[in-house]
């Protein structure tokens, strides 16, 4: 499941259509449609909205049963909402914080569809049961890998059902895992690796042996590869390369 980004017209046709109630925006025509506040359903007979794992009252701004997986944040109170911060968050099914409309993710997307390996990888991770949250990242770090000093082209961190994947975009230019990126657009830097992390966020855990993980998102990189290689300099847009 991908949190970074949502839809949130829902909410800001709330607050057009809205009118004052005690300094509180209600819906003004809600008995026409049940679908408002972040999209979920409002429910007549409770006056509150149906979240799927909690009810939400927005006239006190906070849901109405506690958060069933609150020990996740134990800074928090069980009864917020987006942890208090409803302006660039979302909790899209009442157990879970995600950053909406994030232009990480959305570049990434729209990065990861240049191949039909990546757009297969992109269909995995929103069918995933995990929360994926996208970072892209304009360091260029280096580590060991495998027992080799080199550069880190990105990262998957896994905790549990949490995914952070972070793409490091000043790395673009660099030549690893017998690849000269240089010789590849920004969005085709950001395919391969989106394809690589993508394998580990999907379908690997802690206890995944490192080779094995690494033998297959590298398949899953090396996949996107020969499908841009095999493309015309026209095709893919060779003579517009953005760089970080």
């Known amino acids: 499941m991908l949190l970074s980004f949502f839809n949130t017209v829902t909410d800001a046709r709330s ?5 004052q109630v005690d300094n509180v925006l209600m819906p003004a025509n809600r008995s026409v449609n049940v679908d408002w506040f972040t999209g979920k359903e409002w429910d007549k007979e409770s006056d509150l909205y149906y979240s799927w794992h909690r009810y939400y009252d927005p006239e006190l701004g906070r849901f109405t049963q506690v958060d069933p997986v609150w020990q996740k944040y134990p800074s928090l109170s069980p009864y917020n909402y987006c942890a ?3 302006l660039t ?20 997307q729209s990065s990861m569809a240049l191949t039909k390996t990546g757009s ?18 304009n360091s260029a770090p280096t580590g060991m890998k495998n027992g080799i000093n080199g550069y880190l082209l990105g990262n998957a961190a896994i905790g549990g059902e949490e995914v952070r994947i972070t793409i490091f975009m000043g790395n673009s230019n660099v030549t690893g895992d017998d690849i000269d990126y240089s010789q590849y657009s920004l969005e085709e830097y950001i395919n391969m690796v989106g394809a690589h992390e993508g394998t580990h966020a999907t379908e690997h855990n802690e206890d995944t042996p490192v080779k094995k993980a690494d033998d297959e998102a590298n398949d899953q990189k090396n996949k996107s590869k020969n499908e841009i290689d095999s493309k015309s300099n026209d095709e893919r847009g060779i003579l517009t390369i953005r760089k970080w």
Not at 15 to 19: A, E, L, S, T
Not at 124 to 136: D, K
């Open 15 to 19: 607050v057009c259509d809205g009118v």
């Open 84 to 86: 208090n911060n409803p």
């Open 89 to 108: 968050r979302v909790d899209p099914d009442g157990r879970k914080i995600g950053s909406p409309n994030s232009f990480d993710a959305k570049y990434v």
């Open 120 to 137: 297969q990888m992109w269909s995995n991770m929103e069918g995933s049961s995990r929360t994926i949250y996208f970072s892209l990242s």
